[in-house]
């Protein structure tokens, strides 16, 4: 057995208590033997996002996504069922499926091995001449797969409990704010390489503290004073009234008032819906090494074509929204490098305010308790 030293597992003044409890220690956004726990301990473990469910809806659809280093594909069989696989050729390796989109069959790009929707291996070539090849052998690794209140969720621990046995009334609350997830249509992707830990990613979306500084428009579109987060087991609630239609992020029709209500799921996946016409957008952030990110940002409609409004939001959240995150998560990367800084404190109001920062801690302790860390 690996046996952890002593440093890398000390939590510091971290507490169980959000009000008293400081922030992970730097070394826990820096260190590669930390990363590496996580990935076994966290990402391989845990339910993930893969895509929104209309997306691999008809007989042959699939999509991929990726599971820390993991190249996973959700295929729909010309049977109908949806099963998840990873997304690697059996003969030497060769990743299969790109993207989304819809096939016959699965073709391997290298040499043309070909395998059913289901996974079963169909031909390879030469088959006949290759002493005691049996097919069966090859067939695509399984893993595991849950549709989930319009989103399918893949683990590659096929062990795990249910996803459904522990999110309690999220997926009702998400539908209930958004009006109509299973209908809505895949309009658009966002895609960001970012320089920094997933955790420090995750946890600017976990806090508003930051918005009045860093989000002038946002802070127009919301009621900010009113947003409030709350925690529940493996997620937690953003809620907030909306702002004024023509506000300064983007404008919509009086008559599309809405809340703005966004839902982080553990341990990297955030569902968000934003004022103006029914809409969901997933972010989704995940590690490509212990100091990078890559983080989808997808935008679901009633209509695959977005209106003026949605194209809008969009330019928004790729213009404004993004670029002010993906700024301050970058410099604090850095600063967690810096010899001045070891830990900070966690600014936990008791009236958890709008500018609370006990949604972070939420998060460290899910953390830590999946590490075997918590103190
Ligand atoms: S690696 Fe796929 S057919 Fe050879
Ligand atoms: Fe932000």
New binding site residues.
């Given amino acids: 057995m690996n046996v952890i030293p002593r440093h890398i597992c000390d939590t510091g003044k971290f507490s169980s208590d959000p009000e008293k409890s400081y922030t992970l220690p730097a070394h826990y956004y820096i260190d590669p033997e930390i990363y590496a726990r996580e990935r076994e301990a966290i990402f391989f473990k845990s339910w993930n996002y893969a895509c929104h469910a209309g997306q691999v809806a008809e007989a042959g659809a699939f999509a991929t996504c990726m599971v820390a280093d993991q190249n996973i594909a959700v295929t729909r069989g010309h049977d109908g069922v949806l099963r998840a696989f990873y997304n690697v ?6 990743e ?1 499926l790109k993207g989304c989109g819809k096939a016959n069959v699965i073709t ?6 070909t395998y059913h929707m289901d996974g079963g291996l169909r031909t ?2 030469g088959q006949k001449k290759v002493e005691g090849f049996a097919r069966e052998e090859f067939a695509l690794k399984p893993v595991r797969l849950e549709e989930h209140g319009g989103f399918v969720f893949v683990n590659l621990d096929l062990a795990a409990a249910p996803l459904a046995g522990a999110t309690g009334s999220l997926a009702d609350d998400i539908n209930g704010f958004c009006g109509n997830v299973p209908e809505l249509k895949f309009a658009h992707r966002l895609s960001y390489e970012i320089k920094a830990n997933w955790k420090t990613v995750v946890e600017n979306f976990l806090e508003c503290y930051h918005c009045s500084v860093a989000h002038p428009a946002f802070v127009d579109l919301v009621d900010i004073e009113n947003y409030r987060t709350k925690t529940y087991g493996i997620y937690s609630s953003h809620i907030s009234p909306p702002g004024r239609p023509d506000n300064a992020a983007y404008r919509f029709s009086e008559g599309l008032t809405r809340d703005f209500a966004a839902w982080w799921l553990w341990p990297n996946a955030t569902f968000n819906v934003f004022p103006g016409p029914t809409n969901i957008t997933v972010l989704h952030m995940m590690p490509t090494g212990p100091e990078t990110t890559l983080e989808h940002f997808d935008f679901f409609f009633l209509e695959a074509n977005p209106s003026e409004c949605e194209r809008q939001a969009i330019h928004y959240v790729d213009g404004t929204l993004q670029p002010e995150d993906i700024g301050l998560v970058e410099s604090v990367q850095r600063g967690l490098h810096s010899r001045g800084y070891k830990q900070g404190r966690l600014m936990v109001d008791r009236d958890r305010s709008f500018n609370s920062e006990h949604g972070l801690h939420h998060f460290h302790s899910l953390v830590l308790r999946q590490l075997g860390d918590l103190p």
């Fill in positions: 050729c059996s003969h030497r390796a060769h299969l391997c790009p290298y040499h043309a091995w390879a070539v």
